[in-house]
């Protein structure tokens, strides 16, 4: 019997007659999307991740996974796969079936038993056993069970989003008071946070919350979106004055913690609120002297639980989250949030520039375009554009910026990160010159957007907006690294120097966000300055690890001790960073360096020519590492790692009734035989046998046109007559110009080509009925692929 076979006849009713609901067991329960496989411009879904069964316990407790298996295998075949599943979705008893007993793997002690058919255990046994693991309390049982908000037409947490927030309950049941949760960039940590907060409130046990982030739009975003169901019982903190009468209270933490000694969270009592929740708490909550950490130890009472909720951790000598929060009760990262596909991959254009790769030096007493006598140095790409601008290069990257988009869609969302305000205006002027034609219809379509430009700032929400295109291509130096959720952002360009990994994950995080209904299942990357050389860095998606830096005394500082060095504390909303300080506002060259330097701080050429001599384009690969071989080798690897040499493929192309069923397989191996027509014109007149044949095995290969001429000249559609002769005449002919599986489905004699001849049923009795047609069609597709 076929797996089906098995579930419906023994597995299913097992289940019930342990007196669980069909409304309690999902099926066929796809808690992943499929990665994105991106090659060339081309995207498919690789294979979601799916259990046969998901049990659950009051509808929202995933608490049981039974994999099922036809009984040609063994009854604990579908374990291994049932645990890798039950670890992730954190559900603690895995099954697995045959149709003629139950294996149970009980992850609560690590033991395994058999069980008859007859013996699968109830809900209550199951709960019971788990509740006795534990040792919940009836008040904790019952603050689990606390069901999520929803409403019909509402989305449900994604597996992730459901772990996160059960861990986190499960972790403030047990009265943890400070948790962090790290989940990447577009994961829906907002969400996760209101169905956090909200099943705490309904169960009574947090009734005054404090949501804190660091930006108007933020906050904005999350009181019309996520927490708009608290709507009647929530305010916004605005003027630093603070209206008691709510429940969930929405502010940003530095007009709440106040400059020059004012502290308006003060006209609160340290025990009024029960729970705070810090958006994006890798910013300076996590320094002891920073405002945040002023206003959590305000309110930090026996009763008061602080959640800390970060994509990016921070963890140096000088800053830990890890320290205040503890370690993460759970962790979501990029790269799984890609393997999962809810996250968008990438592709990367590293684009290499004569001078930044060779260096540029001045001749001797050569002088900027000021007039300023140049340093005689070497400027190197740390330079350019701090200390060096030279107008060649700011001319050739908006160039390729250019280039990219008129080749790909000249209204995808762009971000161009800039080293500062100074080099972002330029940059913006740079683009303007070489888009004008766009620029001329509306000048919004190129803006630059930074911290000291008001005009810029009024226009973010527009960038953001799915439905606007316009702004749509903005330059920046600081203030897009984070917070903006820009979903549509298809390109982000990166001119400018990274060293902080911390940075470059919030940069890399504007693009994550999948779109697909507005054709966004994917991003690219334009890099000018070897900044995806992190990608290879283990912390960029790894582990947060404390760290403590040692003195040189070798005792290990007091992690109660004031902090020496605050840091780079985010300056208020509406600045940001400048990386000159003697030019907060940027420069232009036509400044001194300092009394009696006599020098300039920034030069500036503009008769230094500059060119791209290189450039690699790298995928982001299953194993999240980015590769570079090419299509072709690509394709060859990923086809042989499925069929071992050319007889297992021929063997199974030959037994397969419809070949889309292999070639839809080879795709969720990533394998994308359209891009390569789209890449290589020579390979556009093979169909998908051939090309398979012809670069994973090194056959020759023969064209459709071919192999349909082929069939025509052996005389095998020759022993039909009229109707039924004509009909293969034109269903080789379709071959020919579309490929095999275009034979495979009846839907096809539904085409205008076959109306001559009638119904499809009127065709099919000319092969003396359906059996005869899919015989005809069968022998022609076999007679298509002899050698």
Same mark, same amino acid.
């Given at each position: ?7 419906? *006849? ?34 498919? *879904?690789?294979?979601?991740?799916? $259990? ?155 009734? *005054? ?134 996250? $968008? ?47 060649? *290069? ?394």
């Amino acid at each position: 019997m076929t797996e089906e076979d098995i579930k419906n *006849r023994y597995i299913t009713p097992a289940i019930q007659n342990a007196g669980w609901s069909i409304e309690q067991m999902l099926f066929e329960h796809s808690f992943t999307d499929g990665r994105v496989i991106v090659r060339g411009n081309i995207t498919t *879904r690789g294979r979601r991740k799916r $259990a046969d069964y998901l049990l659950m316990h009051k509808k929202h407790l995933p608490i049981a996974i039974v994999e099922a298996k036809d009984n040609k295998q063994g009854v604990g075949a579908g374990m291994q796969q049932g645990i890798s599943y039950a670890e992730l979705l954190d559900v603690p008893f895995v099954y697995s079936s045959n149709g003629d007993a139950f294996v149970e793997h009980d992850r609560t002690t690590g033991k395994e038993r058999a069980l008859q058919l007859d013996e699968f255990p109830t809900e209550d046994e199951l709960w019971t056993r788990y509740v006795n693991w534990k040792e919940l309390s009836d008040k904790q049982e019952k603050l689990i069970e606390e069901p999520y908000y929803f409403q019909l037409g509402d989305k449900t947490p994604r597996y992730y989003q459901r772990v996160a927030i059960n861990r986190t309950l499960d972790a403030v049941s047990q009265g943890q008071n400070r948790i962090m949760l790290v989940m990447a960039t577009g994961t829906g940590k907002t969400y996760t946070a209101f169905q956090i907060i909200y099943r705490l409130w309904k169960a009574g046990l947090k009734k *005054r919350i404090l949501f804190l982030a660091d930006r108007n739009i933020l906050v904005d975003q999350t009181m019309t979106n996520d927490f708009k169901p608290f709507e009647k019982v929530m305010t916004k903190i605005e003027n630093r004055k603070l209206d008691s009468s709510y429940e969930v209270f929405l502010g940003l933490y530095h007009q709440l913690a106040g400059e020059d000694g004012e502290e308006p969270f003060r006209q609160f009592k340290p025990d009024f609120f029960d729970l705070i929740v810090i958006d994006e708490a890798h910013r300076g909550s996590a320094k002891e002297e920073s405002r945040w950490r002023r206003i959590l130890e305000y309110f930090d009472g026996p009763n008061t639980t602080h959640i800390g909720l970060t994509a990016t951790p921070k963890e140096t000598k000088d800053t830990s989250n890890i320290l205040y929060f503890g370690e993460p009760v759970y962790t979501y990262s990029l790269k799984q949030g890609i393997d999962d596909g809810f996250l $968008a991959p990438y592709k990367v254009v590293r684009v290499g520039i004569d001078r930044d790769l060779e260096g540029y030096r001045p001749e001797k007493g050569k002088t900027d375009i000021y007039g300023n006598e140049i340093e005689d140095r070497d400027y190197n790409r740390k330079d350019f554009d701090k200390k060096m601008i030279i107008d060649g *290069r700011t001319e050739i990257v908006a160039k390729r910026i250019t280039e990219f988009l008129k080749k790909t869609d000249r209204f995808a969302k762009t971000i161009v990160f800039c080293t500062n305000i100074d080099h972002a205006e330029r940059m913006r002027s740079a683009l303007v010159n070489l888009n004008s034609d766009l620029y001329q219809e509306n000048s919004k379509y190129i803006m630059r957007i930074t911290g000291d430009n008001e005009e810029g700032k009024a226009q973010l929400d527009n960038f953001i907006d799915r439905a606007l295109p316009y702004p749509t291509i903005v330059t920046t130096s600081k203030l897009l690294t984070t917070g903006v959720d820009a979903k549509t952002c298809k390109l982000i360009v990166l001119d400018t120097n990274i060293e902080s990994m911390t940075e470059f994950k919030q940069i890399i995080g504007r693009g994550t966000r999948l779109d697909p209904e507005y054709g966004k299942e994917y991003f690219t990357i334009l890099d000018f300055r070897n900044v995806s050389r992190l990608f290879a860095d283990p912390e960029f998606d790894g582990d947060p690890v404390q760290i403590i830096e040692v003195p040189s005394g070798g005792e290990i500082p007091n992690p109660n001790d004031p902090e020496p060095n605050p840091g780079d504390e985010l300056s208020p909303e509406g600045t940001e960073g400048n990386d000159n300080p003697d030019f907060p506002g940027g420069n232009d060259g036509r400044f001194g360096g300092g009394e009696g330097s006599g020098r300039a701080s920034v030069y500036r050429v503009n008769d230094v020519t500059v060119q791209i001599v290189s450039e690699r384009v790298q995928y982001y690969d299953k194993d999240g590492k980015l590769i570079t071989e090419n299509l072709i080798d690509y394709t060859k690897n990923n086809i042989r790692n499925e069929y071992a040499d050319l007889a297992t493929f021929l063997r199974s192309w030959k037994s397969a009734d419809k070949k889309v069923a292999i070639l839809e397989e080879l795709v969720e191996q990533g394998v994308l035989l359209d891009a390569l027509r789209d890449q290589y014109d020579h390979l556009k007149e093979l169909d998908d046998f051939d090309l398979i044949c012809h670069l994973a095995f090194d056959q020759p290969a023969l064209t459709k046109s071919e192999r349909a001429n082929n069939v025509k000249k052996r005389g095998y559609i020759y022993q039909y007559k009229d109707v039924a002769r004509e009909v293969l005449e034109i269903l080789l002919d379709k071959y020919a110009d579309e490929g095999i599986n275009e034979l495979d489905s009846t839907e096809i004699l539904e085409l205008q080509e076959f109306r001559k001849f009638g119904s499809p049923l009127k065709i099919v009795k000319a092969f003396g009925g359906k059996k005869g047609y899919n015989k005809a069609v069968k022998n022609l597709k076999e007679e298509i692929y002899i050698s």
